[in-house]
């Protein structure tokens, strides 16, 4: 199984940056992909960003000149800094990760998922 647990969300004013965490335990590695994903109240869960599995480092369109992601294999944690932050980013932030060798790259499913963690932008 694998277990993954976001942190560093949390209530941030526009133009301001979050870096959030997520860490991996159990049956992970870095043949698994992981990405970011976020939901907004009455939307579809949006993909936002997938590391490791073999893939490079991928972040959509709409956030790729203010979000960064980050893969530590050693620890088994991915990271996605966001800065100059928008009232429009404000969304529970996901965390998920694929089982081997699977990409999560626009992946409307992934293997497993995080709890969730609330990101609010103020204007």
């Known amino acids: 199984q694998v277990r993954l647990v976001e942190s560093g969300g949390g209530l941030v004013q526009a133009g301001g940056s979050l870096r959030l965490s997520c860490a991996a335990s159990?049956?992970?590695?870095?043949?698994?992909?992981m990405g970011w994903y976020r939901q907004t109240p009455g939307k579809e869960r949006e993909f936002i960003a997938a590391?490791?599995?073999?893939?490079?480092?991928y972040i959509i369109e709409s956030v790729k000149d203010r979000f960064a992601v980050s893969r530590d294999n050693a620890k088994n944690t991915l990271d996605l800094q966001m800065n100059t932050l928008k009232p429009a980013d404000t969304a529970i932030y996901y965390c998920?990760?694929?089982?081997?060798?699977?990409?999560?790259?626009?992946?409307?499913?992934?293997?497993?998922w995080g709890q969730g963690i609330q990101v609010t932008v103020s204007s």
């Open positions: 159990g049956s992970i590695s870095s043949r698994n992909a």
């Open positions: 998920a990760a694929m089982r081997p060798l699977f990409s999560i790259v626009g992946v409307t499913s992934p293997h497993y």
């Open positions: 590391a490791g599995g073999g893939g490079r480092p």
